[in-house]
T-cell receptor, first 114, second 115 residues
Framework: EAQVTQNPRYLITVTGKKLTVTCSQN?????MSWYRQDPGLGLRQIYY???????DKGDVPEGYKVSRKEKRNFPLILESPSPNQTSLYFC?????????????FGPGTRLLVL | AQSVTQLGSHVSVSEGALVLLRCNYS??????LFWYVQYPNQGLQLLLK??????LVKGINGFEAEFKKSETSFHLTKPSAHMSDAAEYFC?????????????FGTGTRLQVTL
């Protein structure tokens, strides 16, 4: 089944404890992206990647890192999480980088930083 | 710069009634427009999208949307609401920035369907 998977789905952590949220797609997609969803703000892009070893900042990149060493994986790293990073995170991918491409979303990761 | 405004964070309709979710966009170049639906505890799923051509776009589950350039709108409609339509709906715009596509979302509209 073609899908985007994220792990973990739920995570509770404490301020300053490094964490990684994994994202993987099995559709051979070029483009991958991370979003965070907050009430009343919709989804905002954190980082995106156009291909292996090509990443760039989105609208809210502060406090986050990403890497794209393999085409299928795009982990999101929080080196020193803070409470304002408590949010619902979505990974997405699309076949290409053209603006009309449909992005396919993972199921989300709910993060609580205490 | 591109942006999306969704009027009404919450919309409530009776089962069988018309669903109308409003979306207005701002873009200095031709936009590509999307509607996504998010069911509770799930990711976003594409309902429909406008790229080029016919301005009336039909999607899944009986939804459709019409691109009106003069009004910078892309409102989502469904003639008859069903209980299973209760979800959050996001309008999004994408334009060609020259480097990579950028999808900008509205703040979402939560649709409640009552008996």
């Amino acid at each position: 089944e073609a899908q985007v998977t994220q792990n973990p789905r739920y995570l509770i952590t404490v301020t300053g404890k490094k964490l990684t949220v994994t994202c993987s797609q099995n559709m051979n997609h070029e483009y991958m992206s991370w979003y965070r969803q907050d009430p009343g703000l919709g989804l905002r892009q954190i980082y995106y990647s156009m291909n292996v070893e090509v990443t760039d900042k989105g609208d809210v990149p502060e406090g986050y890192k990403v890497s794209r060493k393999e085409k299928r994986n795009f982990p999101l790293i929080l080196e020193s999480p803070s409470p304002n990073q408590t949010s619902l995170y979505f990974c997405a991918s699309s076949l290409g980088i053209r603006p009309q491409e449909t992005q396919y979303f993972g199921p989300g990761t709910r993060l609580l930083v205490l | 710069a591109q942006s999306v405004t969704q009027l009404g964070s919450h919309v409530s309709v009776s089962e069988g009634a018309l669903v109308l979710l409003r979306c207005n966009y701002s873009s200095s170049v031709p936009p590509y427009l999307f509607w996504y639906v998010q069911y509770p505890n799930q990711g976003l799923q594409l309902l429909l999208k406008y790229t080029t051509g016919a301005t009336l776009v039909k999607g899944i589950n009986g939804f459709e949307a019409e691109f009106k350039k003069s009004e910078t709108s892309f409102h989502l409609t469904k003639p008859s609401a069903h209980m299973s339509d209760a979800a959050e709906y996001f309008c999004a715009v994408s334009t060609d920035t020259g480097t990579a596509s950028k999808l900008t979302f509205g703040t979402g509209t939560r649709l409640q369907v009552t008996l």
